[in-house]
């Protein structure tokens, strides 16, 4: 079955609002399939892995992720850590920029590998090193990794990979099937695609981590509501055709872009000028619909977001509506300024999340707001 149909294929839920279902000894008790049940289930077949943990946010995945492979006898003086590659996103940001203490136990104090350093991974591994941590592409400078080689590194060092997927979804790309051990998703963004709901997953394939997880999230009482359970699950109905017509959108956007005089850069993996463009040709089956540029001065930056009317200004991304972001300001604002500079996040930084809407439309406005920004 194809992932597309898989999407489709995932039925109809009921919603229980209760915390307690009654069984009775003497009639043989029928466990209903209720929206969060559902809703693993059919993602993990969506992803290819026999199970996932469905959380209340992407967040609350970090730290039991972070617990998947606890050395016995941890503690402040023999912290363990996680490599990782990304943009470092507001709230992720203090995750992994800091040592979380839990209990005693240090979860992760990572060496954070900045945009110039993607080839060094392997150098940056230490004896403590538990995990590689990446997003790919990253938010929001569109970089993209090669998540078949960086688990050769993982495994050769006994690491875990763990990738963040949530930019291209398990419709374009399937990290499990590339060599990662653990994937995580927001599913607030593409799989909820209605930017209605707050939710996360964690999924695996390998039976010891799952199980760890499931304990982790049962106690510290992290799960979904079925409610947002069932949002996800409709969601999820319509991934595939989102995803391919955002997909579509996105390329002629960033084309159009590549002609504006005031476009100094455009970040979009799925032009072929785009350094990632032939790893990201090789593990996935399409570039998403998220992309980045640079105008020419923070002038026109500004301009551009008061002048937008149908294309949102706003934070979030993965919608059906287009959503343009000043990451200086909104999700990169808790990064230090020089970390942000460094990663290449200035005044001039515009991110679109494309959603599905007539690309005519979409170019229509954009070429009206990019004149009056130029006047």
């Known amino acids: 079955m194809s992932v597309h149909t898989a999407c489709i294929d995932v039925g109809n839920a009921c919603i229980y609002a209760t915390t307690t279902i009654i069984a009775r000894n003497d009639i043989p008790f029928i466990q209903p399939?209720?929206?969060?049940?559902l809703?693993?289930?059919?993602?993990?077949?969506?992803?290819?892995?026999?199970?996932?943990?469905?959380?209340?946010?992407?967040?609350?995945?970090?730290?039991?992720?972070?617990w998947t492979d606890e050395p016995s006898g941890?503690?402040?003086?023999?912290?363990?850590?996680?490599?990782?590659?990304?943009?470092?996103?507001?709230?992720?940001?203090g995750s992994f920029s800091e040592p979380t203490l839990w209990n005693n136990y240090v979860v992760w104090n990572p060496n954070l590998l900045e945009q110039t350093e993607f080839e060094n991974i392997e150098s940056r591994i230490k004896e403590n090193t538990k995990a590689i941590y990446i997003e790919t592409p990253t938010n929001p400078m569109m970089r993209v990794s090669d998540i078949a080689k960086i688990s050769e590194i993982a495994k050769k060092h006994n690491c875990l990979l763990i990738v963040d997927n949530t930019f291209l979804s398990p419709y374009f790309q399937n990290p499990l099937d590339l060599g990662a051990d653990i994937v995580i998703h927001s599913g607030t963004k593409f799989l909820g695609g209605h930017n209605d709901t707050l939710a996360g997953f964690i999924v695996t394939n390998r039976e010891e981590i799952r199980e760890r997880l499931r304990f982790l999230i049962k106690t510290t009482g992290a799960g979904l509501a079925p409610f947002d359970s069932w949002l996800i699950l409709?969601?999820?109905?319509t991934l595939g055709i989102r995803m391919k017509r955002s997909s579509e959108n996105a390329e002629r956007i960033a084309l159009w872009?590549?002609?504006?005089?005031?476009?100094?850069?455009?970040?979009?993996?799925?032009?072929?000028?785009?350094?990632?463009?032939e790893i990201l040709k090789k593990q996935a089956r399409g570039f998403g619909s998220m992309l980045t540029f640079y105008v020419d001065t923070k002038e026109h930056a500004l301009k551009i977001l008061e002048g937008v009317r149908m294309i949102k200004f706003a934070e979030s991304l993965g919608g059906v509506e287009t959503l343009i972001t000043y990451p200086t300001t909104q999700t990169h604002a808790d990064v230090p300024a020089g970390v942000r500079e460094?990663?290449?996040?200035?005044?001039?930084?515009?991110?679109?999340?494309?959603?599905?809407?007539?690309?005519?439309?979409?170019?229509?406005e954009l070429e009206e707001v990019f004149r009056k920004a130029g006047e």
């Open 257 to 277: 872009l590549q002609k504006q005089s005031i476009v100094k850069e455009v970040f979009y993996p799925g032009l072929p000028t785009h350094p990632g463009y």
């Open 33 to 37: 399939i209720h929206a969060f049940k």
């Open 39 to 66: 809703c693993l289930f059919k993602r993990t077949e969506v992803e290819t892995a026999p199970d996932a943990i469905l959380v209340s946010s992407t967040a609350d995945g970090y730290v039991p992720t972070g």
């Open 234 to 237: 409709r969601g999820i109905k």
């Open 342 to 364: 460094k990663n290449g996040i200035t005044e001039c930084t515009l991110r679109m999340s494309v959603g599905i809407e007539d690309y005519e439309d979409l170019i229509n």
């Open 74 to 93: 941890v503690s402040a003086d023999y912290p363990f850590e996680w490599v990782s590659i990304r943009h470092k996103t507001n709230g992720k940001w």
